[in-house]
């Protein structure tokens, strides 16, 4: 997909095609919420569903996140920049998965024990790490809408490169978070970093001088 | 729920009362077909609260069949609830059938535990190898109802159902030599996927190994479990024998034990191969030494509610059983030994 040869679909097709595409991303995410209400009291999530909910719901966020970044790299390289409609809510999904990854922590797990809760947030690194991709993907979540897009302008673009860190803390919570294992996360963070090289010219970065790009 | 109902409020620390009423009205209620795995709280399933916990059915390879055992009853201690036996039989930490908590009860069915023998030898004046069905034909089985801290920070209530340690290590008469007890997982690849791939096992170097030193294999609360619930173990808790250690964390208690060897030297633990400085070798349940992710202080009790019903309660020392086990540790500094 990094080649440009590929063919986006012709032009009277592109609009109905995004349109479909954004209903399956809105099922997509959403149905496997509406599942839990199924699978949980059936035991699909095991006797005590709360750690695998929380592992669902924290993978869930991280695939959604992973193909929020995916869409304009298959823009670019499709040259199909209608494609660009989808990632808004991509993203939008991938934190509300995040916001329930975190609530089943803080309500089935921790039961809303402040002092712990407090505690946990500072005292383990790979929490604070979570914590900390959760606060950006707030941000970005809040400076979404349109309206405010085009107040930020520049500053926007800016401010929403904050998801390549973001994309990191999470791949290292995940890491950091498993009692033993290291192959799935690792899996993770090389899509993860796949996804940061192609962009590796936009990204701001220390660059080597043009004298050495092409032209 | 009916066993809770029947044994509430009776005081003492597992003492043991044969042939009580207890005992009686269980082995009726089992007398009538009640006593497949989840019938037993189908009841449960009457709360149409959709959160609550319907039973869950083993997944599709079918069950693996499970005996009824004969046994002297526990008491449950005053205050404690049993966990329902589909939430203990579908949330287990078992590597060698898959690191999710379902893998175990999902992949496990299969697992062929008949015949099954199991080595002691070492430090022994007549080792030996014990047939764990004739075993559970002829022992006096006892059950003991003991809380199970997991070092996740989760807690149940469980009945098991086995004989001291201690009094099955005594047929093979330790040496004065024996100062440590190490145990081993069967090791067998094409029944165990996680020993076939790293993937699934979590990375662990099969076959899985604990030890416990001689002085706590020998402790009256320390079982040797044959079963749970009043029948033979599930494959996912460790069938056909495991280890039941209830004042430390859940890893201790070594599934499917194929060996027993009495040593002079402490035994490696897969545990703290694995993270040294994450688990050590005592691993007694322990509310000030956190572990280096997660709070020890606190946990969250399995209980029979549904997933909102959440309670998280303190963790008590040793597990609540200070009072029996505190005195081997004298003079230990338990941060150090962890
Ligand atoms: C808001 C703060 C966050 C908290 C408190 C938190 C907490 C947790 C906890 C407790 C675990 C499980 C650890 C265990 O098994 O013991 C976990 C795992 C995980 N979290 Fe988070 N998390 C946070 C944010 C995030 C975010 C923003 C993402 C992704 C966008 C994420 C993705 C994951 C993933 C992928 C896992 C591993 C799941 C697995 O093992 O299958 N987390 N997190």
């Known amino acids: ?215 | 729920m009916l066993i809770k109902s029947l044994t509430r409020g009776e005081a003492g620390e597992n003492q043991v009362t044969p042939e009580d009423v207890y005992l009686n009205r269980r082995r009726f209620l089992q007398g009538l077909g009640a006593g497949t795995a989840l019938a037993a709280t189908g009841s449960q399933a009457g709360l149409l609260d959709f959160l609550s916990p319907s039973a869950p059915q083993t997944p599709a390879t079918g069950a693996a069949p499970r005996a009824p055992l004969r046994y002297q009853a526990g008491k449950l201690e005053s205050g404690l609830i049993l966990t329902p036996e589909e939430k203990a039989t579908n949330h287990n930490n078992y590597y060698e059938f898959g690191t999710d908590k379902t893998d175990p009860a999902r992949n496990s069915q299969g697992l062929k535990t008949e015949p099954w023998t199991l080595r002691v030898e070492g430090e022994v004046a007549k080792p030996g190898t014990v047939d764990i069905g004739e075993l559970i034909g002829s022992a006096a089985l006892e059950e003991r109802i003991y809380r199970m801290r997991c070092v996740e920070a989760w807690s149940m209530v469980i009945p098991w159902v086995g004989l001291e340690l201690g009094k099955f290590l005594k047929r093979f008469e330790p040496t004065s030599k024996a100062r440590y007890v190490a145990f081993e997982t069967l090791y067998d690849p094409e029944q165990m996927p996680g020993q076939r791939s790293s993937f699934v096992g979590g990375g662990i170097d099969y076959p899985y190994v604990e030890g416990l030193r001689m002085d706590e294999a020998m402790h009256p609360l320390t079982l040797l479990s044959l079963g749970i619930y009043g029948q033979t173990l599930p494959p996912q808790n460790g069938a056909p024998v495991r280890l039941v250690v209830p004042w430390k964390y859940g890893f201790k208690g070594i599934k499917s034990i194929v060996s027993i060897r009495l040593l002079e030297k402490m035994p490696p633990t897969s545990w703290n191969l694995l993270a040294p400085q994450e688990y050590g070798f005592y691993a007694n349940v322990n509310p000030e030494v956190d572990h280096p992710r997660w709070s020890q202080a606190s946990e969250r009790f399995i209980g029979p509610g549904g997933l909102l019903d959440v309670k998280r309660q303190p963790t008590l020392a040793f597990n609540g059983y200070g009072e029996q086990v505190a005195s081997l540790y004298a003079g230990m500094n338990l941060r150090k030994f962890f």
Do not use: N
């Open chain 1, 1 to 215: 997909m990094s080649t440009t040869s590929q063919p986006a679909p012709p032009r009277q097709y592109r609009k109905p095609l995004v349109r479909v595409l954004q209903v399956a991303v809105h099922l997509g995410a959403l149905l496997p919420l509406v599942w839990l209400f199924y699978a949980i009291p059936r035991g699909a999530l095991g006797g005590d569903p709360v750690k695998e909910l929380i592992h669902f719901l924290g993978l869930g966020a991280l695939r959604l996140l992973l193909l929020t970044l995916l869409v304009s790299p298959l823009a670019r390289g499709l040259g199909f920049g209608q494609l660009i409609r989808l990632r808004r809510p991509l993203g939008l999904w991938c934190f509300a998965w995040a916001c329930l990854h975190f609530a089943t922590w803080l309500s089935l797990d921790l039961a809303f024990a402040w002092g712990l809760i407090g505690d946990e947030l500072v005292k383990r690194t790979y929490i604070l790490l979570g914590f900390s991709a959760w606060l950006i993907l707030a941000v970005l979540a809040l400076t979404s809408f349109p309206a405010l897009v085009r107040r930020l302008g520049r500053r926007w673009k800016t401010l929403h490169s904050l998801i390549y860190p973001a994309l990191l803390l999470v791949c290292v919570h995940f890491w950091w978070s498993l009692k033993s294992g290291w192959i799935e996360p690792a899996i993770y963070l090389s899509l993860a970093l796949g996804l940061l090289w192609f962009r590796r010219r936009l990204l701001p970065w220390p660059r080597k001088l043009p004298a050495t790009s092409k032209p």
